[in-house]
Nanobody, 128 residues
Framework: QVQLVESGGGLVQAGGSLRLSCAASGRTLFSTYAMGWFRQAPGKEREFVAAIRWSDGSTYYGDSVKGRFTISRDAAKNTVYLQMNSLKPEDTAIYYC????????????????????WGQGTQVTVSS
């Protein structure tokens, strides 16, 4: 089993920045895997934010965060980061870290059902 532990959430003013971290532990010895971030605001569906392939570091972003957020990873630490800049009130949500243990050649990175493990979520609140 894989455990994902998130940190870095909090309250920030619009225009500010936060950096989220997600550390994976347990069984991470998969031939191909990736990690990603989703978010969910009250009353809304879970939305894809960003993802990264562990093998080569390829990154993918949702349209709503492209140019403002950056996903990265530290392979030695099995940790993924989400640098969130120019935050807007509409970024307010619970942010979830996720791991896909078997990434296909054509990867549906924005589909939540593709992911096998999920973190507990961390609250990000952006005030105006």
């Amino acid at each position: 089993q894989v455990q994902l532990v998130e940190s870095g959430g909090g309250l920030v003013q619009a225009g500010g920045s936060l950096r989220l971290s997600c550390a994976a532990s347990g069984r991470t010895l998969f031939s191909t895997y990736a990690m990603g971030w989703f978010r969910q605001a009250p009353g809304k569906e879970r939305e894809f934010v960003a993802a990264i392939r562990w093998s080569d570091g390829s990154t993918y972003y949702g349209d709503s965060v492209k140019g403002r957020f950056t996903i990265s990873r530290d392979a030695a630490k099995n940790t993924v980061y989400l640098q969130m800049n120019s935050l807007k009130p509409e970024d307010t949500a619970i942010y979830y870290c996720a791991l896909d243990r078997a990434v296909k050649r054509t990867w549906s990175y924005s589909i939540r059902d593709e992911y096998d493990y999920w973190g507990q979520g961390t609250q990000v609140t952006v005030s105006s």
